[in-house]
């Protein structure tokens, strides 16, 4: 823990530093997200044997968000409407293709039959959210494409539809934390950190990556442009893997472990989350910005999104799935993030 606060501490003093490479600043700031997010994998651990999957999965997911959500408010009031727009799309798409398959991988690979075995509940309920999601995103590009009045009306449209999805997705997780399935508690052996202990640190990492995502938001146009990277691919690729690198870290870590509910919870509760809790809550944050944000997406992602949601629901959804199928999902998000190389 030592090592990752003295590499938030070098990546603050290197944002407000003058005569710093903002490369060497960009990856600092990197570094620091990915050992904070190791920070939160381990107390979420340790959380996950006394609250259950269901309890710890939201209560991870939520605070490994944090960092995606400032990220996005950061990136709006610098002007930067793609990469804000990439980055949430980019965080869907990496947990629910590279981190899931990834996740998937290890878990079946220390079976014995080769089968990583969970509850179908939750990925079924995520692929329902997501394709909710996807409906007004869907609309409102067949409605640009074909000229329709409707598109001149995308922001009015896209604040009523963000408050449609925030009630919806406010009923699932009434839903999802009271029924009987979630609310049972996961062992994973003896306790090496007090409760209390467990929640600050999952609480401090994720306040703490808050102000590590503003410097990687100063650094990365400049990086950007020393690298010679488009910007849908800083956001889809390199802002969501960053921004995401608490779950990626937490659910592959428990997964591995055999902790198979507890990992496609952490998973799948942030893929549910950014889509229907964080998207719709940035469009109506977005209003007290410069640059306002909507559900208008260029047809590539609109169609990348509803492909996700049906091959995440095909592998899933019957509540077991083996390398075959983990190595299926991270080749699909490879296809993706070459096209975001050349956009």
């Given at each position: 823990?030592?090592?990752?606060?003295?590499?938030?501490?070098?990546?603050?003093?290197?944002?407000?530093?003058?005569?710093?490479?903002?490369?060497?600043?960009?990856?600092?700031?990197?570094?620091?997200?990915?050992?904070?997010?190791?920070?939160?994998?381990?107390?979420?651990?340790?959380?996950?044997?006394?609250?259950?999957?269901?309890?710890?999965?939201?209560?991870?997911?939520?605070?490994?968000?944090?960092?995606?959500?400032?990220?996005?408010?950061?990136?709006?009031?610098?002007?930067?409407?793609?990469?804000?727009?990439?980055?949430?799309?980019?965080?869907?798409?990496?947990?629910?293709?590279?981190?899931?398959?990834?996740?998937?991988?290890?878990?079946?690979?220390?079976?014995?039959?080769g089968i990583m075995r969970f509850s179908p509940r939750l990925p079924?309920?995520?692929?329902?959210?997501?394709?909710?999601?996807?409906?007004?995103?869907?609309?409102?590009?067949?409605?640009?494409?074909?000229?329709?009045?409707?598109?001149?009306?995308?922001?009015?449209?896209?604040?009523?539809?963000?408050?449609?999805?925030?009630?919806?997705?406010?009923?699932?997780?009434?839903?999802?934390?009271?029924?009987?399935?979630?609310?049972?508690?996961?062992?994973s052996g003896p306790p090496r950190v007090a409760l209390p202990v467990?929640?600050?640190?999952?609480?401090?990492?994720?306040?703490?990556?808050?102000?590590?995502?503003?410097?990687?938001?100063?650094?990365?146009?400049?990086?950007?442009?020393?690298?010679?990277?488009?910007?849908?691919?800083?956001?889809?690729?390199?802002?969501?893997?960053?921004?995401?690198?608490?779950?990626?870290?937490?659910?592959?870590?428990?997964?591995?472990?055999?902790?198979?509910?507890?990992?496609?919870?952490?998973?799948?509760?942030?893929?549910?989350?950014?889509?229907?809790?964080?998207?719709?809550?940035?469009?109506?944050?977005?209003?007290?910005?410069?640059?306002?944000?909507?559900?208008?997406?260029?047809?590539?992602?609109?169609?990348?999104?509803?492909?996700?949601?049906?091959?995440?629901?095909?592998?899933?959804?019957?509540?077991?799935?083996?390398?075959?199928?983990?190595?299926?999902?991270?080749?699909?998000?490879?296809?993706?993030?070459?096209?975001?190389?050349?956009?």
């Amino acid at each position: 823990m030592a090592a990752v606060a003295a590499l938030t501490v070098l990546a603050g003093i290197t944002r407000y530093a003058s005569g710093v490479s903002r490369v060497v600043a960009f990856v600092l700031a990197t570094l620091a997200l990915a050992g904070l997010a190791w920070i939160v994998a381990m107390a979420t651990e340790q959380v996950g044997g006394r609250l259950g999957p269901a309890a710890t999965g939201l209560m991870q997911s939520t605070v490994g968000n944090l960092p995606e959500f400032f990220v996005v408010i950061f990136a709006l009031q610098a002007g930067q409407k793609v990469v804000a727009e990439t980055a949430i799309l980019g965080s869907i798409l990496v947990n629910a293709l590279l981190v899931l398959g990834l996740a998937i991988v290890a878990g079946a690979r220390r079976e014995q039959d080769g089968i990583m075995r969970f509850s179908p509940r939750l990925p079924n309920d995520t692929a329902t959210l997501l394709l909710v999601s996807s409906f007004i995103i869907v609309l409102i590009g067949l409605t640009h494409g074909s000229g329709d009045p409707a598109s001149q009306h995308a922001k009015t449209i896209s604040i009523i539809g963000a408050v449609a999805i925030l009630v919806v997705y406010a009923t699932w997780l009434r839903q999802y934390l009271t029924s009987p399935e979630s609310t049972g508690v996961q062992e994973s052996g003896p306790p090496r950190v007090a409760l209390p202990v467990s929640i600050a640190l999952l609480v401090v990492a994720g306040t703490a990556s808050a102000f590590v995502s503003d410097w990687f938001v100063n650094a990365l146009q400049p990086t950007i442009d020393t690298l010679h990277i488009s910007q849908a691919f800083a956001g889809l690729v390199i802002v969501a893997i960053a921004g995401n690198a608490v779950e990626n870290a937490a659910g592959i870590f428990l997964a591995a472990k055999g902790q198979s509910d507890l990992s496609i919870s952490v998973i799948k509760n942030s893929v549910a989350q950014i889509a229907a809790f964080l998207y719709p809550l940035l469009v109506l944050v977005s209003l007290l910005t410069p640059t306002t944000l909507t559900f208008s997406l260029a047809p590539v992602y609109i169609g990348a999104l509803l492909g996700t949601a049906i091959i995440v629901w095909q592998i899933t959804g019957d509540g077991q799935a083996t390398v075959f199928e983990g190595t299926a999902l991270v080749a699909s998000f490879v296809i993706l993030a070459t096209v975001a190389a050349f956009e």
